[in-house]
Every structure is written in C-alpha cells, then in structure tokens.
C-alpha cells in the first residue's frame, strides 16, 4: 500500500549518499535496500533527522524505460566517506516537485521516502 501527497515546496541543500538505479523506476526498493545495508553499520541511519529521498532524473514520457535514472538517497553529513557502488552528491536547494510517499509492506514498513 502507498499513500502519496505532491506539493511545490522550497527545499534546502541536501548532501546525500545514493545507489543510481537504472531501469523501470519501480525498481528503485532494491537500491534503497542495498544503501540502507550500507548505511546502517556506518551509523548514517538516525530518525528523525536522516530522510529517505528518491531522485528521478528522467522523463518516463521521453525516456526509454530501460535508460530511466533514478537514485535512491539519504541525507548524510558532507564529509561522509563512500565507496564502491555508493556515491554522493550535493542537491541544490530551490522549488521542488516533492511527493511524500509512505510505503507499507512487510518488509519495509514504516519507512517513509520523500520523492524529489
């Protein structure tokens, strides 16, 4: 079950860690769950101060559905060290198409991502 509310808002710069997915955007949860076995031993998840946020760089209407990027992201501090298959990025602030989803599953319940 998903329940999702879109609103324009202004959001500050965000530093995140991310896992680009590439493909079909309903399968950005298995990015999710690779970043948050990454990030829960480094000590990264912390509630309510660390936000789930999924970045969706493509037009699903323009774009191939096979070449659809998409990042599944944490909020981290600046200085966070990656590696591997997990980058970072700075998000500029600014206006947002920002959807607040709420994902209720079995094995990912109540874990809240805000899509940006």
Request: proline letters at 8%; charged letters at 20%.
């Amino acid at each position: 079950m998903i329940a999702m509310n879109v609103e324009v808002k202004e959001m500050p710069e965000l530093h995140v860690a991310y896992i680009r997915h590439i493909g079909p955007y309903h399968g950005i949860p298995e990015a999710f769950d690779k970043l948050m076995k990454w990030a829960g031993p480094r000590g990264l998840i912390n509630f309510p101060e660390t936000k789930f946020l999924g970045v969706y760089h493509d037009n699903p209407e323009i774009t191939e559905e096979a070449k659809l990027r998409s990042s599944a992201c944490i909020t981290v501090p600046e200085d966070t060290p990656v590696e591997g298959e997990v980058g970072k990025m700075t998000i500029p602030g600014g206006l947002f198409a920002v959807a607040h989803v709420e994902i209720n599953t079995d094995f990912r319940a109540g874990i809240t991502v805000t899509a940006i």
